[in-house]
């Protein structure tokens, strides 16, 4: 898993749209012609597009800076008002006459029955280029890669994308391209670029069925584009590289696969990611892999946060035990995602200094009240103050990772403070759990959850007893 150390800033340069959805349900069909009668119960719009990247990206935690053309229209209007939402910087063109991409479906029983689209497909004026690169040129130097979102609606144009990848390459800025289109020499000079096997068949010539013409295909591309990096992503079968002559595979994961509308979109997203955070590209390619293999367990254009990441990792059996570990604005993010998911968050807290079998069994009753078991750790500094200048034992990271290691707690966040209060707060759980030692006593953060529970202690089981039994034995 990728280390993110800080906050990235990533410019997106490409085809902005909204998708638009008309929500229904149909009982009948129209007396006026053989069709469907849709009763409209709800609509919806996202950013689409290149926009569905930077709605990935925003997801993941990155800051992000978006160009691109649009009309001087209702749409454009729109589409502004949605990417501020977002907290994305616009830097966007607008061209008189143009028409700002808009894609509606009108689906019913969540079943697709038609789309329609308002758009402008030609190729942006010079004048827009000239507008655009301007605003390119003068903001590039805020940013830590460039993403080429292309969906051959007009806005990168060859002139386009050659003086912005020649200009980036001068500033040491990788360049990564969702290509489009059987003309590749376009997005010469750029870092990578992320066909799918079909793109990457058309552009290549070559037909990929097996190892030798998947390495065929690699090495046209790499040549054609000049690029670092080549690579193809092939759907459920993971992502080729091209390294030194050689192919690599790096396989996804098995996942039953719902949509894979918008993968592509998460796949460039999170290799920008990741590589501006200074990741090398083998474990930038394992991150876009996890990232893909959650937005196909969705429906419809999706993003990807790094919490499903983790978790989605952590399903698999390839997490380490440190990613189970929080700090309280992460856990306050996870528990409100939780929330959301409607899943039964139970927090309990101590010092388990000496894990032993009592605490074991009351980090799985615990666990049993609900589906997600936060710890709250109590950190050296306050294991001082409760027990004593010679506790604890065992430091905080050293509880901190053994407490995590166990398959019934979910997350450990380490607090300094003598109680856990403001951690419960910022937690919110469902059910609060301590032991039967607190009956008819006040517990901390009771008036915050929903519920409290005592749990009954296994007798003759305690840190106390053990550290006195080892100094019996010395």
């Known amino acids: 898993m990728i280390k993110v150390n800080k906050k990235p800033n990533i410019l997106v340069i490409g085809d902005l749209m909204i998708d638009e959805y008309l929500w229904g349900s149909c009982e009948r069909i129209s007396p006026e012609a053989p069709v469907q009668i849709v009763d409209i119960k709800k609509e919806t719009a996202v950013l689409g597009g290149a926009g569905n990247v930077i709605a990935?990206?925003?997801?993941?935690?990155?800051?992000?800076?978006?160009?691109?053309?649009?009309?001087?229209?209702?749409?454009?209007?729109?589409?502004?008002?949605?990417?501020?939402?977002?907290?994305?910087?616009?830097?966007?063109v607008e061209q008189k006459g143009r028409k700002t991409s808009r894609k509606t479906r009108l689906m019913a029983s969540h079943s697709q029955v038609v789309r329609y689209d308002k758009e402008s497909k030609n190729p942006i004026s010079s004048e827009s280029v000239k507008a655009l690169y301007e605003k390119f040129s003068e903001k590039v130097d805020a940013y830590d890669i460039i993403l080429l979102s292309d969906y051959a609606k007009g806005v990168l144009r060859k002139e386009l994308i050659e003086k912005v990848i020649a200009y980036a390459n001068k500033k040491n800025i990788k360049v990564l391209v969702d290509p489009k289109g059987d003309d590749y020499t376009k997005y010469a000079g750029a870092y990578l670029l992320t066909p799918n096997k079909k793109e990457a068949e058309i552009a290549s010539k070559t037909k990929i069925d097996n190892e030798i013409n998947l390495k065929e295909s690699l090495l046209i591309l790499k040549k054609e584009a000049s690029l670092a990096v080549s690579l193809i992503t092939l759907s459920e079968h993971?992502?080729?590289?091209?390294?030194?002559?050689?192919?690599?595979?790096?396989?996804?994961?098995?996942?039953?696969?719902?949509?894979?509308?918008?993968?592509?979109?998460?796949?460039?997203?999170?290799?920008?990611?990741?590589?501006?955070?200074?990741?090398?590209i083998y474990s930038s390619v394992e991150f876009a892999n996890l990232a893909a293999g959650v937005v196909v367990g969705k429906l419809g254009s999706a993003t990807v946060t790094m919490d499903e990441i983790e978790e989605y990792q952590a399903s698999l059996h390839k997490s380490s035990i440190e990613l189970h570990i929080k700090t309280r604005d992460e856990i306050e993010k996870i528990s409100a995602r939780l929330k959301e998911q409607n899943k039964k968050v139970v927090f309990t807290n101590g010092c388990f200094d000496i894990l032993h079998k009592g605490h074991v069994s009351y980090l799985n009753v615990a666990k049993s009240f609900g589906d997600v078991l936060i710890l709250g750790l109590n950190s050296d500094a306050s294991?001082?103050?409760l027990k004593g200048e010679d506790r604890p034992i065992n430091c905080e990271d050293d509880r901190a990772y053994i407490l995590s290691a166990l398959e019934f707690v979910d997350y450990v966040v380490i607090f300094d403070e003598d109680t856990p209060y403001e951690l419960i707060k910022k937690v919110q759980p469902n059910t609060l759990v301590k032991g039967a030692d607190y009956e008819g006593k006040e517990v901390v953060?009771?008036?915050?959850?929903?519920?409290?529970?005592?749990?009954?202690?296994?007798?003759?089981?305690?840190?106390?007893?053990?550290?006195?039994?080892?100094q019996k034995v010395n």
């Open 56 to 92: 990935n990206l925003v997801s993941l935690g990155a800051d992000v800076g978006v160009m691109s053309v649009i009309g001087n229209d209702e749409v454009g209007e729109d589409l502004r008002t949605m990417l501020s939402k977002q907290g994305v910087k616009s830097f966007l």
């Open 238 to 280: 993971g992502i080729a590289i091209l390294d030194n002559d050689e192919v690599t595979v790096k396989p996804t994961v098995a996942r039953e696969v719902y949509d894979v509308t918008g993968a592509g979109d998460t796949v460039l997203a999170s290799l920008g990611f990741s590589l501006s955070l200074g990741s090398d």
């Open 383 to 385: 294991v001082k103050r």
């Open 445 to 470: 953060g009771s008036d915050i959850a929903d519920e409290t529970k005592l749990v009954e202690f296994v007798d003759g089981r305690s840190t106390t007893s053990t550290i006195k039994k080892i």
